[in-house]
């Protein structure tokens, strides 16, 4: 009990400052199926006689909850994976709160979902013995050891595992790729960019000829960052940034490290931006816009040729709102963007969202039935299950990769809701190719598969600098004037003197305390 008396008030604490999500925002956990149920974390089924484990468990929610009434889902996975299920779903709005009170209570739950992944909290806490070292445990969890080295790296704390991620797709999350207007480039007599120089003429092209009518086209939207860990100036640019080798936010170059400002690419990038600002080839509201959400609804509304999304922003139902503006609308996904040198990249992201993790306070003979049944979850038979639900059901077969459902049927899985209780989805490349038609499903993967060959990495994305969180404002100065820069309100001259103050300031601390804690986790 003394240990929880230590750890339990700091770990309120530091839950009430705030969550930062990892990898994707939106709850998309996938399933598996498989005949076996868990047991030892092999995925071979426990004796006939032994007892479902109960297992209580709080995870984050985005949209409706799935029906406590009768639920035959939830009932096909209790009596498969050999538990009963007590599952707390929070709202996303609420649950920074709500987790804070869980595990405040100390021994409310048997299984927290830390929607933060490894942030700085959660690793002070592990260091206080918030959690159980699940590394001993996780020895035969053969679905779960699918994952990879990336995201293990990605979440080790001094090299052990406290927390259980829930994998996305290490690419193609994010802004990974650029969404064009496709039937824009068909009347144009464009090919889909391959280059940056085409992309450009593309962009000069829709302004010339204002395909939206009126004068309202926009060739390319982007929007304002806020500062915070970023200087900027704008978001919604990773693939031209890459196209001219600027590093992901960080790189190691022999030992030494380089923040991506400090490159001589960097330039070159802002120079590409200024001199499309100055031809109205970027949105004029960019400076002002807010975030990714206003970008991709300029594009939905049929007024912009092109914006930086990712292969989830070319389905079905995003093509159907366009066409409901412009009957002709189509889409495409320029996979990667070369620059001058022929160089192109896509961001290794984390590769999960969220920590499944073990309060201290669980029995350690219990942690081992915990771990089975997120490893029995992230089996093959459980993904399909979180597409299908049961067959006859919640739909009639799963084909190419498809649920195919009558409407009965739909409103069924609609209750129920069969992703949900798949607590640990299936390690899955094409987590982000999410249409429900072939063809365009057949698009998503090759989209990922290309750009899974391109992969740059920041060395230093799991680890946070304490200076830089308590001076959340020490790009914003730099931001602000790279942004004059870009409108030709400036010189290059202030760019660099505030680069210059940076690398000699506040940026010797931020850099040491992330290689300080890089070198203590690759000792």
């Given at each position: 009990?003394?240990?929880?008396?230590?750890?339990?008030?700091?770990?309120?604490?530091?839950?009430?400052?705030?969550?930062?999500?990892?990898?994707?925002?939106?709850?998309?956990?996938?399933?598996?199926?498989?005949?076996?149920?868990?047991?030892?974390?092999?995925?071979?089924?426990?004796?006939?006689?032994?007892?479902?484990?109960?297992?209580?468990?709080?995870?984050?929610?985005?949209?409706?909850?799935?029906?406590?009434?009768?639920?035959?889902?939830?009932?096909?996975?209790?009596?498969?994976?050999?538990?009963?299920?007590?599952?707390?779903?929070?709202?996303?709005?609420?649950?920074?709160?709500?987790?804070?009170?869980?595990?405040?209570?100390?021994?409310?739950?048997?299984?927290?979902?830390?929607?933060?992944?490894?942030?700085?909290?959660?690793?002070?806490?592990?260091?206080?013995?918030?959690?159980?070292?699940?590394?001993?445990?996780?020895?035969?969890?053969?679905?779960?050891?699918?994952?990879?080295?990336?995201?293990?790296?990605?979440?080790?704390?001094?090299?052990?595992?406290?927390?259980?991620?829930?994998?996305?797709?290490?690419?193609?999350?994010?802004?990974?790729?650029?969404?064009?207007?496709?039937?824009?480039?068909?009347?144009?007599?464009?090919?889909?960019?391959?280059?940056?120089?085409?992309?450009?003429?593309?962009?000069?092209?829709?302004?010339?000829?204002?395909?939206?009518?009126?004068?309202?086209?926009?060739?390319?939207?982007?929007?304002?960052?806020?500062?915070?860990?970023?200087?900027?100036?704008?978001?919604?640019?990773?693939?031209?940034?890459?196209?001219?080798?600027?590093?992901?936010?960080?790189?190691?170059?022999?030992?030494?490290?380089?923040?991506?400002?400090?490159?001589?690419?960097?330039?070159?990038?802002?120079?590409?931006?200024?001199?499309?600002?100055?031809?109205?080839?970027?949105?004029?509201?960019?400076?002002?816009?807010?975030?990714?959400?206003?970008?991709?609804?300029?594009?939905?509304?049929?007024?912009?040729?092109?914006?930086?999304?990712?292969?989830?922003?070319?389905?079905?139902?995003?093509?159907?709102?366009?066409?409901?503006?412009?009957?002709?609308?189509?889409?495409?996904?320029?996979?990667?963007?070369?620059?001058?040198?022929?160089?192109?990249?896509?961001?290794?992201?984390s590769g999960y969202y969220g920590l499944w993790a073990i309060p201290t306070s669980v029995p350690k003979d219990k942690v081992q039935k915990i771990v089975d049944f997120l490893n029995f979850t992230a089996s093959?038979?459980?993904?399909?299950?979180?597409?299908?639900?049961?067959?006859?059901?919640?739909?009639?077969?799963?084909?190419?990769?498809?649920?195919?459902?009558?409407?009965?049927?739909?409103?069924?899985?609609?209750?129920?809701?069969?992703?949900?209780?798949?607590?640990q989805n299936k390690v899955d490349p094409y987590v982000y190719a999410t249409s429900k038609d072939e063809e365009i499903l057949k698009k998503q993967k090759a989209t990922l598969d290309v750009i899974s060959k391109?992969?740059?990495?920041?060395?230093?994305?799991?680890?946070?600098?304490?200076?830089?969180?308590?001076?959340?404002?020490?790009?914003?100065?730099?931001?602000?004037?790279?942004?004059?820069?870009?409108?030709?309100?400036?010189?290059?001259?202030?760019?660099?003197?505030?680069?210059?103050?940076?690398?000699?300031?506040?940026?010797?601390?931020?850099?040491?305390?992330?290689?300080?804690?890089?070198?203590?986790?690759?000792?």
């Amino acid at each position: 009990m003394k240990a929880k008396q230590i750890w339990l008030p700091v770990l309120a604490a530091a839950l009430s400052m705030g969550t930062v999500l990892a990898g994707c925002g939106k709850e998309d956990a996938a399933g598996s199926s498989a005949t076996q149920q868990p047991g030892a974390a092999t995925g071979q089924a426990p004796a006939a006689s032994a007892a479902p484990t109960s297992i209580k468990a709080m995870t984050i929610l985005f949209g409706n909850p799935p029906t406590t009434d009768n639920n035959k889902a939830k009932e096909d996975i209790e009596k498969r994976g050999n538990v009963k299920l007590d599952i707390t779903f929070v709202p996303s709005e609420a649950y920074k709160d709500k987790l804070s009170v869980a595990i405040s209570a100390g021994d409310s739950y048997d299984l927290l979902l830390l929607d933060g992944g490894k942030d700085d909290k959660f690793t002070s806490l592990v260091k206080m013995g918030a959690f159980h070292d699940l590394t001993p445990y996780l020895k035969n969890a053969d679905n779960i050891n699918k994952l990879d080295e990336n995201v293990w790296s990605n979440v080790r704390v001094q090299g052990k595992i406290y927390g259980i991620p829930r994998p996305r797709g290490l690419y193609g999350g994010g802004e990974a790729n650029i969404i064009i207007r496709k039937d824009w480039l068909d009347k144009y007599g464009l090919a889909v960019p391959k280059t940056l120089d085409e992309f450009t003429k593309a962009l000069e092209t829709f302004k010339k000829n204002d395909p939206a009518g009126g004068g309202k086209t926009v060739p390319l939207t982007l929007y304002a960052t806020d500062g915070i860990g970023s200087p900027g100036p704008f978001g919604g640019i990773m693939p031209i940034s890459f196209a001219y080798e600027v590093p992901y936010t960080w790189k190691l170059d022999g030992g030494k490290v380089i923040r991506d400002f400090q490159t001589p690419e960097y330039k070159n990038y802002l120079d590409w931006l200024k001199d499309a600002w100055s031809k109205g080839l970027i949105d004029k509201d960019a400076p002002v816009l807010k975030g990714q959400a206003q970008m991709r609804n300029k594009f939905q509304a049929g007024v912009a040729g092109a914006f930086v999304g990712n292969v989830s922003d070319y389905t079905e139902d995003n093509l159907a709102k366009m066409r409901q503006v412009d009957p002709n609308a189509d889409i495409a996904v320029v996979d990667l963007l070369e620059g001058p040198t022929g160089k192109s990249g896509v961001a290794v992201i984390s590769g999960y969202y969220g920590l499944w993790a073990i309060p201290t306070s669980v029995p350690k003979d219990k942690v081992q039935k915990i771990v089975d049944f997120l490893n029995f979850t992230a089996s093959e038979e459980n993904y399909v299950f979180s597409k299908t639900g049961i067959i006859g059901v919640h739909s009639s077969e799963f084909k190419n990769g498809i649920a195919v459902m009558n409407e009965e049927q739909k409103k069924q899985a609609d209750l129920d809701k069969p992703s949900q209780f798949v607590l640990q989805n299936k390690v899955d490349p094409y987590v982000y190719a999410t249409s429900k038609d072939e063809e365009i499903l057949k698009k998503q993967k090759a989209t990922l598969d290309v750009i899974s060959k391109a992969g740059v990495v920041n060395p230093f994305l799991s680890y946070n600098s304490p200076t830089a969180a308590k001076n959340p404002d020490s790009y914003k100065k730099m931001g602000a004037v790279m942004t004059k820069y870009v409108l030709g309100e400036t010189q290059w001259a202030d760019v660099q003197k505030e680069i210059d103050a940076w690398t000699s300031g506040v940026g010797v601390q931020i850099t040491k305390e992330l290689l300080d804690q890089y070198n203590e986790d690759h000792k």
